[in-house]
C-alpha cells in the first residue's frame, strides 16, 4: 500500500472508529472500579467482559471493508487502498484495547470519586431516557411498526435524489475548443480565436489564458493524436483561487458572451472537467450517447436527429460529437467495365490519379544531417482543372494509349477524415454537459427522446460514458453490500450462538439509511460512489452499538434476570458507551464534512453520509433494539412456546 490520498483518507476516516474499543474497555473497567474493587481485578473483569462484543464489533467492521477489495471499475479503484488501510489499523486498535488499555488502567491507584457511576445512573437525564425506554417495550409492536413505516418512507425518497457517477469538483479550471471549417487559414484562426481570448482576458476571476492555433508536433503516434489543424485552437483558462463565481458559472458566462459575438461558422466545445478521475471514463462530459452503425451517411442522420433532441432539452449545452469534420477531397470514380475492356487494373488507375493531383515521394534531399521529402507531381497549371488531369494518357496492355477521362470521373466532395470503431463496429460518440439540473432527470428526459426517434435496424443508440460506468459500479457496490452484510450476520451468529438475535441487531441498518436519506436532502448532495461507500461502511458500524447492548443483556440474563428488567438494566448500562463512541466517530468525521478548498467535494458526501446514518441509529437503536428484543421474544413465547 503506497502512501496516497485514500490510503491517508483510510487513517483520516478511522481516526474516530479506532478509539471505539479503548473506549467501551476503559468506561467498563471504570464501572468495575466504582463497585469498589482494586485497580488489577476491575481491568480484568472489565476487559474480560466487553472482550467478545468489542471482538465481534470489530470484525463486523472489518467485513464491510475486506469486500471492496472485489469491487470492479472506477470504485474499486478508488477504495482498495482506503479498506486495507481501514482493515490493519482496525486489527490494531483492537489489540490495543484488550492489552494495553487494560495494563494501563491497572496502574491507577486512585479514583477520585468512586460514587460517580451510582450518580450517573441516578441523573436525571438517565431517568428520562428510563421512562422513554419504558414506554416503547410497552408496546413494542407499534415502536417496530413505526419505524418500518418510517424506513419505506426515505426509501421513496432515496430514489427521488439525483444520481450521479462521482461527486462534481470545482477545479478552477476549464478548456475552450474552437473549430472553423477545415482548409481555413491560419490566420483567419487567429483572428476569430483573438476575439474570445480578449474576451476571456476581461473577465475578474480568470488567473491566466494559454491558446494553441493549430501544430505540427512531429510524426509519432501521440503526436498525431495530440495534432490541431490550421482550422482548429484550444483556448485553456484557469481561474483564480479567490474567485467570486464558480467554474460553471463562469463557463456559462462565456457562453453566452461567445454566443453574440460576430463569429460565422465557429463552432466552440466546452470542456469542465469536474471530477479528478474524469479520464477514467470515455468523456469528461457527464452525458455521452454511443451511435453505433455500418454506413457513416444514415449515422450522420441519426447524430443530427440525437444533436437536435440533445439541445431542445433544458439544462443541456455544449453538444458535440467526436467525429472530425469531413475533410475536403477529389473521388475519383473508375468505370470498371470501360477499364476491363483495355485490361487496365483499378490499382494503376488510382496510382496515376494520385500521383497526378498529389504527387509521390521519390526521394530525399540530404542537408547537414536532415532530410526533406522530394515529392513529385504535376505543375498546379497542369492539375487545376479535371479537363487537364483527364488529358494525362496510361499505356494498356494491349498496347494502345488511353486517356485517363475515357473510364474515370471526378467530382469534389467531403469524406471523412477517421472513422472509429468500438467491438468492430463504426461508433459515433455524442457528448454534451448539463447546467443547473440534476443528472437523473436529464437521464430519464433523453431515454424517453430516444424512444421517440426511429433507428434502423442494425443501428443502436444508447446512453453510454458516465451513465454506462454509474451502472456498473453501482451494481458492483450493490454485491459488495450483500457479501458485507451476509458476512456480519455470520460473524454475530457465531459470537451470540444464536440465529434470530444477530438479526435484531442488524435491523439497525435500515435505521442508518433513514439517517443518509436526512443528511443528503438537507446539504443536498447526490448518490453517486462515495456516498455508496459510506453506506457499506454504516452496514458494519452501526451494527456496533447493537453488539455491545445485546451482549450485556445476555449476560444480564444468564445470571437470572428476567427479560424486561435485563433489557433496561444492560440499556442503562451501556448507554453511555454507545453515546461516546457514536460521538468519537461523528466528530472525527466532522472536518472532513465541512472541509473547504480544492478536492473537498470528493471527501465530503462520504462523512455526511456516515455521519447521517451514524447519529440517527445512535438514539433510534437505543430505543428501537430493546424493543424490538422484548417483541422478539414475546413472540417466540406465544408461537413456539420457548
Not at 469531413?326 to 490499382?347: C, H
Request: glycine share 6%; aromatic share 8%.
Amino acid at each position: 500500500i503506497s502512501l496516497n490520498m485514500m490510503s491517508l483518507g483510510g487513517l483520516a476516516l478511522g481516526i474516530g472508529m479506532l478509539v471505539d474499543n479503548a473506549i467501551v474497555v476503559l468506561e467498563n473497567i471504570t464501572r468495575h472500579r466504582s463497585f469498589g474493587k482494586d485497580p488489577y481485578q476491575a481491568s480484568l473483569d472489565g476487559a474480560a467482559e466487553v472482550s467478545n462484543a468489542i471482538f465481534a464489533s470489530t470484525l463486523t467492521t472489518i467485513a464491510v471493508f475486506f469486500p471492496m477489495v472485489f469491487v470492479v471499475g472506477i470504485a474499486g479503484q478508488l477504495f482498495k487502498q482506503l479498506s486495507f488501510t481501514v482493515i490493519f489499523s482496525l486489527v490494531a486498535s483492537l489489540f490495543v484495547a484488550l492489552s494495553l488499555i487494560p495494563l494501563l488502567a491497572s496502574k491507577v491507584k486512585e479514583m477520585k470519586d468512586q460514587n460517580r457511576e451510582e450518580d450517573f445512573q441516578n441523573s436525571p437525564y438517565i431517568k428520562k431516557f428510563e421512562d422513554f425506554l419504558r414506554a416503547s417495550l410497552a408496546r413494542p409492536f407499534f415502536m417496530t411498526f413505526s419505524i418500518m413505516a418510517l424506513f419505506a418512507i426515505c426509501v421513496m425518497c432515496f430514489g427521488t435524489l439525483d444520481k450521479e457517477l462521482m461527486p462534481k469538483m470545482d477545479q478552477g479550471q476549464f478548456m475552450l475548443k474552437v473549430n472553423l471549417p477545415a482548409g481555413t487559414h491560419l490566420e483567419i484562426t487567429n483572428g476569430k480565436v483573438e476575439k474570445i481570448e480578449d474576451y476571456i482576458l476581461t473577465l475578474p476571476d480568470v488567473e491566466d489564458v494559454s491558446v494553441i492555433i493549430g501544430s505540427t508536433i512531429g510524426k509519432g503516434a501521440e503526436d498525431v493524436l495530440q495534432r490541431l489543424e490550421s482550422h482548429q485552437a484550444e483556448i485553456s483558462v484557469r481561474l483564480k483561487n479567490d474567485r467570486k463565481m464558480s467554474t460553471k458559472d463562469t463557463v456559462q458566462k462565456v457562453k453566452n458572451a461567445i454566443t453574440k459575438m460576430d463569429l460565422k461558422r465557429v463552432q466552440v466545445e466546452y470542456i469542465l472537467s469536474e471530477s479528478v478521475f474524469s479520464g477514467a471514463v470515455e468523456t469528461s462530459s457527464p452525458i455521452v450517447i454511443e451511435v453505433k452503425g455500418k454506413k457513416i451517411p444514415v449515422m450522420m442522420e441519426i447524430i443530427e436527429e440525437v444533436t437536435k433532441m440533445l439541445k431542445k432539452i433544458k439544462g443541456v449545452y455544449g453538444v458535440k460529437t467526436d467525429m472530425p469534420e469531413r475533410s475536403p477531397e477529389t473521388k475519383i470514380t473508375v468505370d470498371k467495365d470501360k477499364a476491363a475492356l483495355y485490361q487496365m487494373s483499378v490499382v494503376d488507375i488510382a496510382q496515376v490519379s494520385q500521383v497526378a493531383l498529389k504527387g509521390y515521394i521519390a526521394s530525399a534531399f540530404k542537408d547537414q544531417g536532415e532530410e526533406v521529402d522530394i515529392r513529385v507531381r504535376l505543375r498546379e497549371t497542369d492539375r487545376n482543372e479535371f479537363s487537364k488531369i483527364g488529358r494525362i494518357t496510361l499505356s494498356s496492355p494491349m498496347g494502345t494509349k488511353v486517356p485517363l477521362s475515357s473510364f474515370v470521373k471526378f467530382e469534389i466532395g467531403k469524406g471523412p477524415s477517421e472513422i472509429k470503431r468500438n467491438d468492430q463496429e463504426r461508433t459515433t460518440l455524442i457528448s454534451a454537459n448539463i447546467f443547473k439540473r440534476q443528472l437523473k432527470s436529464v437521464f430519464e428526459e433523453i431515454e424517453t427522446e430516444l424512444g421517440k426517434i426511429d433507428i434502423p435496424d442494425d443501428y443502436t443508440v444508447k446512453l453510454s460514458g458516465e451513465s454506462e460506468e454509474m451502472k456498473a459500479s453501482f451494481s458492483s457496490l450493490l454485491g459488495a453490500l450483500l457479501l458485507s452484510i451476509i458476512l456480519v450476520y455470520m460473524i454475530m451468529a457465531a459470537q451470540f450462538e444464536s440465529l434470530w438475535q444477530p438479526l435484531i441487531i442488524m435491523f439497525t441498518f435500515p435505521l442508518s439509511l433513514i439517517g443518509v436519506v436526512f443528511a443528503l436532502f438537507f446539504t443536498g448532495t447526490s448518490i453517486n460512489v462515495i456516498v455508496f461507500l459510506g453506506i457499506i461502511m454504516l452496514g458494519g458500524i452501526v451494527v456496533n452499538n447493537g453488539i455491545v447492548l445485546i451482549d450485556y443483556i445476555n449476560v444480564l440474563r444468564a445470571k437470572g434476570m428476567e427479560v424486561f428488567d435485563s433489557v433496561i438494566e444492560a440499556s442503562k448500562a451501556r448507554l453511555r458507551p454507545i453515546l461516546m463512541t457514536a460521538m468519537t466517530t461523528v466528530l472525527g468525521l466532522l472536518p472532513m464534512a465541512m472541509a473547504s478548498g480544492e478536492g473537498a467535494e470528493f471527501r465530503a458526501p462520504l462523512a455526511v453520509s456516515v455521519m447521517g446514518g451514524l447519529f440517527v441509529t445512535t438514539f433510534l437503536s437505543l430505543l428501537v433494539i430493546p424493543a424490538i428484543y422484548v417483541f422478539t421474544h414475546n413472540l417466540r413465547v406465544k408461537v413456539f412456546k420457548r
